[in-house]
């Protein structure tokens, strides 16, 4: 099992936003080339979304069914990848101050990755989480302004400029 976390300078609105949009799906997942609703009102429980993965010159389709929706904290997913078999996508979405602390957990499920799970997976999926949960913060980051009163809008003002940490922060 992979579990990994993110920071992200927004409240959980933001990311939720961002999460309920189909069309934005292959923004932030790695891999995916594009989205589109498939059945049902996204995110609702048994909606579900086409996405396209491009290897070279092919381009392979898979689809992912929604299994959880409680609104802003929990989502979680089932990913078809044909073949492979799916995997179990959980995203738990935490109020941390005037941030959001993301964690995602992933498994494989059924089908051969669920036969085949094993440690050199969990590691990709690791390397894998850690560029998607980077590319939901930059979607969710540039799609909402930091609040005036947030931690981000104070530790980023402009040089010289005082700030609440007393010295700017690099993220």
Known sequence: MAVRHQLIAREPAAVWRVLS???RYAV???GTARSFPE???WPEVGSSLT????LGSKELRGHTVVRRHEPPQ???LEAHSGPLGTARIAFDIRSWGDETLVIVD???LRGFAGAAHNLVLDAFLQIRHRGMLGRLAKAV???SP???GSSEAATSAPHGGSTAAGGGTER
């Open 21 to 23: 949009d189909p069309a």
């Open 28 to 30: 932030w997942v790695v």
């Open 39 to 41: 059945a049902g009102r």
């Open 51 to 54: 996405y396209t993965v491009r």
């Open 74 to 76: 929990w989502l979680e």
């Open 106 to 108: 992933e498994h494989p």
């Open 141 to 143: 980051e540039h799609d």
């Open 146 to 148: 930091a609040s005036p």
